[in-house]
């Protein structure tokens, strides 16, 4: 016996079902007990059972308006059933050619963003907005810190594209990658040559897709909502207040400001003068307390090589001597050269306008010039360590004096050099300390 047949099928039912069925009724014995006859038909609850035979008729019947499949199967289930029916609606409204041609777009695809660059102006995304207030406007957005820049132009021309994109260019450097959308501007031969001349690798997205380009269409978005909540001032004027006011603000993703990812740096606004700035306080007080000094004081100027009084700060010579100034080393600080190749650091408060045209070795500077060959009265004179001056004392032959004999021979006759002017120090005798204990 066919198990196809209805026959078969009426059998079963009437009689009851074997305890093992082939696989072609297999779906007809899972639903046995549900399954009943009624004026020589097959019935699963309500619904018809369909034989082979009729089972296209009402598939072309189903299928008449095009409905889809969803609606051909609400349709079917209210009526009729076979085994695998959802299945056969399915492969018919697939190989519907009208239906294939006149469907909805199919799920939007899994979100693959763009990888972020690891360097300021290395990939920018372009598009052109408009038109707008009766304008076209150039977006450019820096991939890795979400600047924008936007130009108000009056067409599309490459001309006019050619050259903002230069500015820029020189602005923040040759971005490596641009990504655009398939306007008409971005795909001329013009263009391509200027990327290829400039080493840019210029990427389209995909055509009426744009969210390929996300980027520079939200900045758009952006940037359209951003302006028509202005009011005053020009368009110009509006444009650099919002472009001002985003750059300024952390981005959402990234969570600093594009001028910090992109100039290293904060931009000073007007949200600056809240906090108590101390930079400018310690400034006032400054220039307050320059103020206060300077009244009481007279700019003088010393030039290099002049004649200058020179402040001796040793306890031999004259307190001031004669010298030249040797170097300009600050607003208020010279180098003095005492003699034999021995400079000196000294302030302006210790140097003196020289009127006289004495000579340098005269009465005014008659301390002994061996004093200032010795490296212990170099010390006392207040000379500083310097690059320039080196003392070597291996290289000092067996005539040159020593320092210590240059002391000893000062100290017994005095500065001048006279055995009778030299000074006496009273001495006492010093009692050993007496230790606790001992």
């Known amino acids: 016996m066919d198990p196809e047949r209805s026959d078969s099928k009426i059998k079963y039912v009437m009689e009851g079902w074997p305890e093992q069925t082939d696989d072609s009724l297999k779906q007809y014995f899972m639903k046995r007990t549900e399954i009943t006859v009624q004026n020589g038909c097959l019935l699963w609850g309500?619904?018809?059972?369909?034989?082979?035979?009729?089972?296209?008729?009402?598939?072309?019947?189903?299928?008449?308006?095009?409905?889809?499949?969803?609606?051909?199967?609400?349709?079917?289930?209210m009526f009729i059933w076979w085994p695998k029916m959802d299945n056969e609606i399915d492969d018919l409204?697939?190989?519907?050619?009208?239906?294939?041609?006149?469907?909805?777009?199919?799920?939007?695809?899994?979100?693959?963003p763009w990888a972020w660059p690891t360097r300021p102006w290395s990939r920018l995304h372009v598009d052109y907005a408009g038109p707008f207030m009766g304008h076209m406007f150039l977006i450019i957005v820096d991939a890795h810190s979400k600047w924008i820049e936007i130009h108000v132009m009056n067409s599309s021309t490459i001309v006019k594209l050619l050259l903002q994109t230069c500015v820029k260019r020189l602005q923040f450097g040759i971005p490596?990658?641009?990504?655009?959308?398939?306007?008409?501007?971005?795909?001329?031969?013009?263009?391509?040559?200027?990327?290829?001349?400039?080493?840019?690798?210029?990427?389209?997205?995909?055509?009426?897709?744009?969210?390929?380009?996300?980027?520079?269409?939200?900045?758009?978005?952006?940037?359209?909502?951003?302006?028509?909540?202005?009011?005053?001032?020009?368009?110009?004027?509006?444009?650099?207040?919002?472009?001002?006011?985003?750059?300024?603000?952390?981005?959402?993703?990234?969570?600093?400001?594009?001028?910090?990812l992109l100039m290293g740096r904060k931009l000073r606004s007007r949200f600056d003068l809240v906090h108590p700035d101390i930079q400018n306080r310690v400034l006032l007080k400054q220039q307050a307390q320059q103020q206060q000094h300077n009244k009481s004081t007279k700019p003088r100027n010393f030039w290099e090589g002049e004649k200058v009084y020179v402040r001796n700060f040793t306890t031999r010579g004259p307190k001031w001597l004669i010298r030249n100034i040797i170097k300009v080393t600050g607003p208020v600080s010279f180098k003095i050269k005492l003699g034999n190749d021995i400079t000196v650091k000294r302030h302006q408060d210790q140097i003196r306008k020289c009127h006289a045209n004495t000579p340098e070795n005269s009465n005014l500077a008659t301390e002994?010039?061996?004093?200032?060959?010795?490296?212990?009265?170099?010390?006392?004179?207040?000379?500083?360590?310097?690059?320039?001056?080196?003392?070597?004392?291996?290289?000092?032959?067996?005539?040159?004096?020593?320092?210590?004999?240059?002391?000893?021979?000062?100290?017994?006759?005095?500065?001048?050099?006279?055995?009778s002017t030299r000074k006496e120090y009273p001495s006492r005798n010093r009692k050993p300390p007496e230790y606790y204990g001992r």
């Open 368 to 419: 002994p010039e061996a004093a200032f060959d010795t490296m212990p009265l170099v010390q006392e004179l207040g000379v500083e360590s310097d690059t320039d001056d080196v003392y070597d004392e291996a290289a000092m032959s067996d005539e040159t004096p020593s320092a210590t004999i240059i002391n000893e021979r000062i100290q017994e006759e005095g500065p001048t050099g006279d055995s």
């Open 93 to 112: 409204v697939k190989q519907c050619k009208p239906c294939q041609e006149n469907r909805q777009n199919p799920p939007t695809a899994p979100l693959q």
């Open 46 to 77: 309500n619904r018809v059972i369909i034989p082979p035979k009729g089972r296209i008729q009402l598939l072309n019947e189903l299928h008449e308006t095009h409905l889809g499949g969803a609606r051909m199967k609400s349709l079917a289930r």
């Open 176 to 260: 490596r990658m641009i990504v655009s959308d398939n306007e008409s501007c971005f795909t001329r031969e013009v263009f391509a040559y200027f990327c290829k001349q400039n080493g840019i690798k210029h990427v389209t997205s995909a055509p009426y897709h744009p969210s390929s380009n996300g980027s520079a269409e939200r900045a758009v978005q952006t940037f359209k909502q951003g302006v028509k909540k202005l009011t005053r001032g020009s368009l110009e004027d509006r444009v650099a207040r919002f472009l001002f006011k985003y750059r300024i603000t952390p981005h959402s993703v990234t969570g600093v400001s594009p001028s910090e």
